[in-house]
Each structure stands twice: as C-alpha cells, then as structure tokens.
T-cell receptor, first 116, second 115 residues
C-alpha cells in the first residue's frame, strides 16, 4: 500500500462545477496535511494546509480532514479553467510530539481539467 | 523576496558525467529540502537540512548522490557519475519552522536529462 494515494484521474469538470479531489494515507498517526497545485512545467505551490478534523475554507477551496477514516479531500467550488492543474496531496507522517518536521510524502497527483 | 533560486534551469549531460545542481533558499528560512519528480515515481523527498545540518537523507537513491549545505544561503546536490535513469526534475524548497506554518516554498526546478 502506498503511503499517500490519490484518485488517479484525470478529472474533468465543466466550468462553474465543484471539483472533488480525494486522498488517503496509511500512517494513522499523521498530523499535518497539505494540498499543493502544480501547473504544467511549473513548481508546486501550497493551496491549503489542514491539521484538525473537519473543514477548512479559503475562498473557493475547502479542505476536509477525517483522521478516523484516514482521508483528506479538496473541494474547489465554481471551478475555473485557470484551476486546471495537477493537485498533489502531501502528508507529514510525524506523530504528535515527533521531530520529522517538514518531511512530506506526496501522492502521485490528480490532473484536473476544467473545460469552458 | 526573490523566492527560492535554482540553477541551472536545464541541464543536458552524458552518462558518466558529474552534475551539480544549486539552490539558494529564501533568506531567513531554516529548512531546505531537495526533491526529485518523475512521471513514474512522482515527487520524492531526497534529503533535507535544518540550519545547514542534514537531518534525513533516507531518500537519496544511492551513493552516487550527495548533498551539501555549506551555509544558510546555498546548497548543492551532486550526482557522480550520472546515469540516464537520473533524468528528472529536481526541486529545491525551503521553509521556516517555529511559526506554525509548515509551508514549503519550491524553486522553479532543474530539468536534468542524462543521455
């Protein structure tokens, strides 16, 4: 089992729709979760971080975390063509009080295409 | 701030040659990370430093790879000798601990092609 798994995609949604991206992780003790966006030929950039169970909203983006089920998701509302990119889920597998700060494990990414 | 700076942006070399990739982190950041990205394996952490000290190099694929951070503003990743399977995009990232924000800021990457 991979440490971080994402739905393989590619995912295609019409402009204005909600895009739902999912990620599961294997280390139950993980504490920190991140969503990065990577445009083709560019470097990853952070969209959202989430540390506690529940939802975290930032503009059109909502991250959802369920530690009991070991999944984290990203919802993009009112999807725009400019949202077309690869979305990378990243997990810091450190446990509470651990010292592996910043040691992120990335999923393979989900390619999202928003068509007009 | 100029962000994380990497050089060269593109590198084409022949198998067996030495390759040196360079990175300048964001000023004031105390963590520096080296990643490799390929279609097959995705984005992999190779090594990371805290205050210029290597913390975890378990992701370094083999002895042909080495990394150094002689000071807070410069790091190198060296491959010697290079092989075609080393062809990938190599990213450097930096972050600042102690702020509650674990954001890693990535450089533009070095696209390496080993022939």
């Amino acid at each position: 089992q991979k440490e971080v798994e994402q739905n393989s995609g590619p995912l295609s949604v019409p402009e204005g729709a909600i895009a739902s991206l999912n990620c599961t992780y294997s280390d139950r003790g993980s504490q920190s979760f991140f969503w990065y966006r990577q445009y083709s030929g560019k470097s990853p950039e952070l969209i959202m971080s989430i540390y506690s169970n529940g939802d975290k909203e930032d503009g059109r983006f909502t991250a959802q975390l369920n530690k009991a089920s070991q999944y984290v998701s990203l919802l993009i509302r009112d999807s725009q063509p400019s949202d077309s990119a690869t979305y990378l889920c990243a997990v810091n597998p450190r446990h509470a009080g651990g010292t592996s700060y910043g040691k992120l494990t990335f999923g393979q990414g989900t390619i999202l295409t928003v068509h007009p | 701030d100029a962000g994380v700076i990497q050089s060269p942006r593109h590198e084409v070399t022949e198998m067996g040659q030495e390759v040196t990739l360079r990175c300048k982190p964001i000023s004031g950041h105390d963590y520096l990370f080296w990643y490799r990205q390929t279609m097959m394996r995705g984005l992999e952490l190779l090594i990371y430093f805290n205050n210029n000290v290597p913390i975890d190099d378990s992701g370094m694929p083999e002895d042909r790879f080495s990394a150094k951070m002689p000071n807070a503003s410069f790091s190198t990743l060296k491959i010697q000798p290079s092989e075609p399977r080393d062809s990938a995009v190599y990213f450097c990232a930096s972050s600042l601990a102690g702020t509650g924000d674990e954001t890693q800021y990535f450089g533009p990457g070095t696209r390496l092609l080993v022939l």
